[in-house]
C-alpha cells in the first residue's frame, strides 16, 4: 500500500471511528437526561409484607401469600403474570411504582433489561422469564412506547406462549399485526401523550384484534406511564404522575383479572 492510499485508509477509519464515538456519546447523554429514574421509584423496589423485589438482570414484582378471607385479596381466579419490556432509552426501574402496584392486586410482574434500552435489539426477552417462575400458570407480555411494540412483535411470533398483550402508549405495524389473532388485548393511553397521540391510538385499531380494549386516561401524557425525567415531544400531563400511575395499574389489574378468571 502507497504511503498516500495507506495516509488516505487512516484518515477513513479515524472518520469513522470518530462518529461512532459521537453517536455514542449523543446516545448517552439522551439516555443520562431522558430515561434516567427519578427517586420514587427506586422507593417502589423495596420488598414488604405484600410484594418481594427481586432486583438482577430482571426486576420481578412477586405478590406475598395473603391471609384467605382478606378484603384485598386478588386476583379472583389464578394470577396471571406480566412481563414487561421499557420504553426505549428509559430505565427499568423507573416502572417499578405501577409494576408494585399490579404486584400487590396479585399479578406478579417482570421488567425485562435489554441492551442499550432498546427491547428492539432484544425482542425475545420475554421467553426467558417463564421458566424461572413455574408457578406462575399463564404470562402476559407488554410494554410501554417502543417496548410495547416489541412486545407485539413476541407475542405475534409466539402467540402459543402468550394469555394476553398489554400495550402502554403503544401499537403493533403492519408487517406484525395481531387483527385476525383472536388475542386478548388491552391498549391504555394518555389524551395528552404528544409521542403515541390519540390519533394513533385510533390509528392502532386496524393492527389489533376488534375484541381489544382500549381504555384512554385522562390528562395523562406519555411520560408519567413510568417514573423517569423526561419525555421529548410529550405534552404537559394534567393529572399527577401518582394518579396516572393509578389508572394504568387499575386498568392492567381489571385486564389480567379477566385472563385468569375462572
Do not use: C, K
Amino acid at each position: 500500500m502507497s504511503t498516500t492510499l495507506r495516509s488516505s485508509f487512516i484518515r477513513a477509519v479515524s472518520v469513522t471511528a470518530a462518529g461512532f464515538l459521537a453517536v455514542a456519546a449523543l446516545l448517552a447523554v439522551l439516555v443520562s437526561f431522558t430515561g434516567s429514574a427519578l427517586p420514587e421509584a427506586n422507593e417502589a423496589l423495596r420488598s414488604d409484607y405484600r410484594v418481594r423485589v427481586e432486583v438482577g438482570r430482571r426486576i420481578a414484582f412477586l405478590p406475598e401469600p395473603r391471609a384467605p378471607g382478606s378484603a384485598t385479596m386478588r386476583p379472583p381466579g389464578a394470577p396471571t403474570g406480566l412481563v414487561l419490556y421499557p420504553g426505549g432509552f428509559v430505565q427499568p426501574e423507573a416502572y417499578a411504582p405501577v409494576a408494585r402496584l399490579i404486584a400487590e392486586a396479585g399479578h406478579p410482574v417482570v421488567i425485562i433489561g435489554v441492551p442499550l434500552r432498546l427491547a428492539f435489539l432484544d425482542v425475545e426477552a420475554a421467553a426467558g422469564v417463564p421458566p424461572i417462575y413455574p408457578e406462575v400458570p399463564r404470562w402476559a407480555v407488554g410494554g410501554h412506547s417502543l417496548g410495547g411494540v416489541a412486545a407485539a412483535w413476541y407475542a405475534q411470533a409466539r402467540a402459543d406462549r402468550v394469555a394476553g398483550l398489554v400495550l402502554w402508549a403503544s401499537y403493533t405495524d403492519d408487517a406484525h399485526t395481531l387483527a385476525g389473532s383472536g388475542l386478548p388485548v388491552l391498549s391504555v393511553s394518555g389524551t395528552r401523550d404528544g409521542n403515541v397521540t390519540p390519533s394513533r391510538i385510533s390509528t392502532s385499531r386496524l393492527t389489533l384484534p376488534p375484541t381489544t380494549r382500549f381504555v384512554a386516561i385522562d390528562g395523562g401524557n406519555h411520560a408519567q406511564f413510568g417514573a423517569y425525567q423526561f419525555q421529548l415531544n410529550d405534552l404537559t400531563a394534567e393529572i399527577s404522575r401518582t394518579n396516572q400511575h393509578r389508572r394504568v395499574a387499575e386498568a392492567t389489574v381489571t385486564f389480567l383479572d379477566t385472563l385468569g378468571a375462572p
